[in-house]
């Protein structure tokens, strides 16, 4: 559903992703991990064709991002850290505007119906996002995806600076979504939550992919261990 | 996808303190507005009225008199008052509203308002055209300042980018979004303005079909200024900048381009000043023929040329009074005379009206403002036109009175007085200003302008919003 193929972006003589070759199946939810500057949300915004490759392909549901950037989108929704929304509409009128941006057009009941699912609180739907919590915002994104039926989630940091019951609900609303079949691409610096939600997981360095693992073949000690060996923290490490 | 954005669009409007307030000051600035213009009309017309029938009657009741002394008594012509100045009161506050009409001298037109009021009146009126061409484009800019910038600075262009949103479907959106509130209290002015003016008692010019015409010209100038705004906001990243870049271009559109304008026409083809004209006038008048004086080189001429026409030897043997005949002549002389000055002042204007033309190219308010009054009959165009009128009416009635004079009378027979019922033959002065479809011929060039600015700016802002 999500491929890279030999994906490098450069800004000057700076490699901001090098040659990143990924593949994220229907059903899987692969965690990017990596430090501030490994190339995770360059990855993601080639993803999204914000901006373009250098050299290298980007594939969503077998289209090209740069050739399809359009047809792409209809396939994918985005959750990036904070999720802005508009703060003088209520949670169902977002909603509403972006599922209809994506050409999808739902009465008030369905609409009520995705934020329940996405997990926000009935009592919350009619007011107005400026009341909203980070974590609140994110689960109006999550029903703007599920509004959108989007086969591909992409999130760059989107538990940053959640609370651990709001990170934890995140996380199971990703499982519900890797239970219908969407392919989740997560950017994020949290190894736990890495471990706990992902299907696969990915280490990156310097615009590289490092390591990869399948998360049920590595407990969280070892990808402690695998991410502070990748990173050079040597001290940490031992 | 439009429609959605127009709704989102509006109701994040609808929710702003800022604009609710802003939409409730203009209303009831231009309630006021077009109260005070609605009273000021009436009271005008009833003014012109009462002016027209007393003045008449006097004219009329004159008594015997020699038609001399009736034509030094003079009459006046009096400016009406037109529906639309209802709504765009142009210059006719300072532009005088009657001509003292008399025998060998052209008038200006007197009894301006502006010079009835104090020096207060500097501040200007609260009119319906001060809202609808200064105040209009500013709720526009504090209705589309951040149209884009918020979404900027809210970071919701990201996730609208993500869900594949079309960078012309979101512009039209919010354009409409910044349309419709202005298209609604424009229509509403415009429709209780024709319901106004459709049931007062005007003087039979009213038509609604210049009052739908006017409607559109505010309508494209209103369009040209949304399309400047959110251009401005696709372009910023601040909403800060954004209001500051509008506000500049509202002041250079609106306050200094018009002042501007004025100043470089004026130097580019200034005016003679009063004196000098008066100067000019006095002495292509002295280098002809004088009616009041039988000794003069050009009165002499006069008299051995008619002689010699009508082959008699004395002046007292022509079939007519050779002194009304020569007052004619004089007049007939000095109606040239003013035609000549008046012509270069006319030429003067012109040239003037071409360099604001020309300047219209950097401001929508120069065409919309010259639209605006010529439709409204209240422009310079149309008083210069009525001041014509009241020369050409002058002129016929200085012939009128000569010609009883010279055909009812002797030579030499100043006693002579014309019938206390002769007064009534002459027609009362009625002045009909230009047609709807005369005005937008003579005001081609300033619709063609505001066009350009229209397809420019539309042109612009698709162009420049391509990716958002």
């Given at each position: 559903m999500?491929?890279?193929?030999?994906?490098?972006?450069?800004?000057?003589?700076?490699?901001?992703?090098?040659?990143?070759?990924?593949n994220?199946n229907?059903?899987e939810?692969?965690?990017?991990?990596?430090?501030?500057?490994a190339?995770?949300?360059?990855?993601?915004?080639l993803?999204?064709?914000?901006?373009?490759?250098?050299?290298?392909?980007?594939?969503?549901?077998?289209?090209?991002?740069?050739d399809?950037?359009?047809?792409?989108?209809?396939?994918?929704?985005?959750?990036p850290e904070?999720?802005?929304?508009?703060?003088?509409?209520?949670?169902?009128?977002?909603?509403?505007?972006?599922?209809?941006?994506?050409?999808k057009?739902?009465g008030n009941?369905?609409?009520?119906?995705?934020?329940e699912?996405?997990?926000l609180q009935?009592?919350?739907?009619?007011?107005?996002?400026?009341?909203?919590?980070?974590?609140?915002r994110?689960?109006?994104g999550?029903?703007?995806?599920?509004?959108?039926?989007?086969?591909v989630?992409l999130?760059?940091?989107?538990t940053s600076?959640?609370?651990?019951?709001?990170?934890?609900?995140?996380?199971l609303?990703?499982?519900?979504?890797r239970?219908?079949?969407?392919?989740?691409?997560m950017?994020?610096?949290d190894?736990?939550r890495?471990?706990?939600v992902?299907?696969?997981?990915?280490?990156?360095?310097?615009g590289?992919?490092?390591?990869?693992?399948?998360?049920?073949d590595?407990?969280?000690?070892?990808?402690?261990?695998?991410?502070?060996?990748?990173?050079?923290?040597k001290?940490?490490?031992? | 996808?439009?429609?959605?954005?127009?709704?989102k669009?509006?109701?994040?409007?609808?929710r702003?303190?800022r604009?609710?307030?802003?939409?409730?000051i203009?209303?009831?600035?231009l309630?006021?507005a077009?109260?005070?213009?609605?009273?000021?009309?009436?009271n005008?017309?009833?003014?012109?009225?009462?002016?027209?029938?007393?003045?008449r009657v006097?004219?009329?009741?004159?008594?015997?008199k020699?038609?001399?002394?009736?034509a030094?008594?003079?009459?006046?012509?009096?400016?009406p008052?037109?529906p639309?100045?209802?709504l765009d009161?142009?210059?006719?506050k300072?532009a005088?509203?009657?001509?003292?009409?008399e025998?060998?001298?052209?008038?200006?037109a007197?009894?301006?308002?502006?010079?009835?009021?104090?020096?207060?009146?500097?501040?200007?009126?609260?009119?319906?055209?001060?809202?609808?061409?200064?105040?209009?484009?500013?709720?526009?800019?504090?209705?589309?300042?951040?149209?884009?910038?918020?979404?900027?600075?809210?970071?919701?262009?990201?996730?609208?980018?993500?869900?594949?949103?079309?960078?012309?479907?979101?512009?039209?959106?919010?354009?409409?979004?910044?349309?419709?509130?202005i298209?609604l209290?424009?229509?509403?002015?415009?429709?209780?303005?024709?319901?106004?003016?459709?049931?007062?008692?005007?003087?039979?010019?009213f038509?609604w079909?210049?009052?739908?015409?006017?409607?559109?010209?505010?309508?494209?100038?209103?369009?040209?200024?949304?399309?400047?705004v959110?251009?401005?906001?696709?372009?910023?990243?601040?909403s800060g900048?954004?209001?500051v870049?509008?506000?500049?271009?509202?002041?250079?559109?609106?306050?200094?381009?018009?002042?501007?304008?004025?100043?470089?026409?004026?130097?580019?083809?200034?005016?003679?000043?009063r004196?000098?004209?008066?100067?000019?006038?006095?002495?292509?008048?002295k280098?002809?023929?004088?009616?009041?004086n039988?000794w003069?080189?050009?009165?002499?001429?006069?008299?051995?040329?008619v002689?010699?026409?009508?082959?008699?030897?004395s002046?007292h043997?022509?079939?007519f009074?050779?002194?009304?005949?020569r007052?004619?002549?004089?007049?007939?002389?000095e109606?040239e005379?003013?035609?000549?000055?008046?012509?270069?002042?006319?030429?003067q204007?012109?040239?003037?009206?071409?360099?604001?033309?020309?300047?219209?190219a950097?401001?929508?308010?120069?065409?919309?403002?010259?639209?605006?009054?010529?439709?409204?009959?209240?422009?310079?165009?149309?008083h210069?036109?009525f001041?014509?009128?009241?020369?050409?009416?002058?002129?016929?009635?200085?012939?009128?009175?000569?010609d009883?004079?010279?055909?009812?009378?002797?030579y030499?027979?100043?006693?002579?007085?014309?019938d206390?019922?002769?007064?009534?033959e002459?027609?009362?002065?009625?002045?009909?200003?230009?047609?709807?479809?005369?005005t937008?011929?003579?005001?081609g060039?300033?619709?063609?302008?505001?066009?350009v600015w229209l397809?420019?700016?539309f042109?612009?802002?698709l162009?420049?919003?391509?990716?958002?």
């Amino acid at each position: 559903m999500i491929i890279t193929d030999n994906l490098t972006k450069k800004y000057g003589e700076h490699t901001a992703l090098d040659h990143l070759n990924l593949n994220v199946n229907a059903g899987e939810i692969y965690c990017l991990l990596g430090a501030n500057g490994a190339g995770k949300t360059t990855t993601i915004n080639l993803l999204l064709g914000f901006i373009e490759p250098t050299s290298g392909s980007a594939f969503i549901n077998q289209l090209n991002v740069k050739d399809d950037a359009k047809a792409t989108k209809r396939f994918l929704a985005y959750i990036p850290e904070n999720l802005m929304l508009y703060p003088g509409l209520t949670a169902v009128e977002n909603l509403d505007y972006f599922s209809g941006i994506a050409g999808k057009k739902f009465g008030n009941n369905q609409l009520k119906t995705f934020l329940e699912e996405a997990g926000l609180q009935a009592d919350a739907f009619g007011n107005r996002i400026s009341t909203f919590s980070k974590g609140m915002r994110q689960k109006v994104g999550i029903a703007i995806a599920l509004a959108k039926e989007a086969k591909v989630l992409l999130l760059d940091e989107p538990t940053s600076g959640l609370d651990p019951k709001a990170s934890n609900e995140f996380g199971l609303l990703l499982q519900q979504l890797r239970s219908k079949g969407v392919a989740t691409l997560m950017a994020t610096h949290d190894l736990f939550r890495a471990k706990e939600v992902g299907s696969h997981i990915g280490i990156m360095k310097d615009g590289q992919l490092k390591q990869q693992f399948v998360a049920e073949d590595i407990s969280l000690s070892e990808l402690e261990q695998a991410y502070l060996n990748t990173m050079d923290y040597k001290e940490l490490a031992s | 996808m439009i429609a959605k954005t127009f709704l989102k669009e509006t109701k994040e409007l609808l929710r702003e303190g800022r604009v609710r307030i802003a939409v409730i000051i203009v209303l009831m600035l231009l309630g006021v507005a077009v109260w005070i213009s609605t009273r000021h009309y009436q009271n005008v017309n009833a003014q012109y009225a009462m002016a027209k029938t007393a003045e008449r009657v006097i004219w009329d009741n004159q008594g015997e008199k020699n038609p001399h002394s009736a034509a030094h008594y003079g009459t006046y012509a009096f400016k009406p008052k037109y529906p639309l100045a209802l709504l765009d009161q142009g210059v006719d506050k300072f532009a005088g509203t009657s001509i003292f009409l008399e025998a060998h001298n052209r008038n200006e037109a007197q009894f301006s308002a502006a010079a009835d009021q104090t020096a207060l009146a500097r501040f200007g009126d609260l009119t319906p055209d001060f809202i609808l061409l200064f105040i209009l484009p500013l709720l526009i800019i504090l209705l589309g300042y951040n149209s884009f910038t918020k979404e900027r600075e809210m970071g919701t262009l990201t996730l609208l980018q993500s869900q594949g949103i079309s960078s012309w479907k979101l512009l039209l959106g919010k354009w409409t979004a910044v349309f419709l509130p202005i298209f609604l209290i424009t229509t509403a002015l415009f429709l209780i303005a024709g319901l106004l003016l459709g049931n007062l008692k005007d003087f039979g010019v009213f038509n609604w079909s210049s009052l739908v015409m006017m409607y559109l010209v505010y309508i494209g100038y209103y369009i040209i200024f949304i399309n400047i705004v959110l251009l401005i906001s696709s372009k910023t990243k601040k909403s800060g900048i954004s209001l500051v870049i509008s506000l500049c271009v509202w002041i250079i559109a609106c306050l200094a381009a018009p002042k501007a304008a004025s100043n470089i026409a004026e130097n580019k083809h200034p005016y003679p000043s009063r004196q000098e004209f008066a100067a000019n006038i006095l002495k292509d008048k002295k280098q002809g023929l004088d009616g009041h004086n039988p000794w003069s080189k050009e009165a002499k001429l006069l008299e051995q040329k008619v002689l010699q026409e009508y082959g008699v030897d004395s002046l007292h043997q022509l079939p007519f009074n050779f002194d009304g005949y020569r007052m004619q002549k004089s007049e007939e002389h000095e109606a040239e005379v003013y035609l000549k000055h008046y012509n270069y002042l006319k030429d003067q204007y012109t040239q003037q009206a071409k360099v604001y033309r020309g300047l219209a190219a950097i401001s929508p308010y120069l065409p919309t403002r010259f639209l605006s009054m010529a439709i409204a009959n209240t422009d310079y165009a149309t008083h210069w036109d009525f001041a014509d009128a009241a020369e050409d009416y002058r002129v016929a009635t200085q012939k009128f009175l000569n010609d009883n004079f010279a055909m009812n009378s002797q030579y030499g027979d100043w006693a002579y007085q014309a019938d206390a019922s002769f007064w009534k033959e002459l027609p009362a002065f009625e002045y009909d200003p230009p047609e709807l479809k005369e005005t937008l011929k003579s005001n081609g060039s300033n619709l063609m302008v505001m066009g350009v600015w229209l397809l420019g700016s539309f042109g612009l802002l698709l162009f420049t919003t391509k990716n958002i």
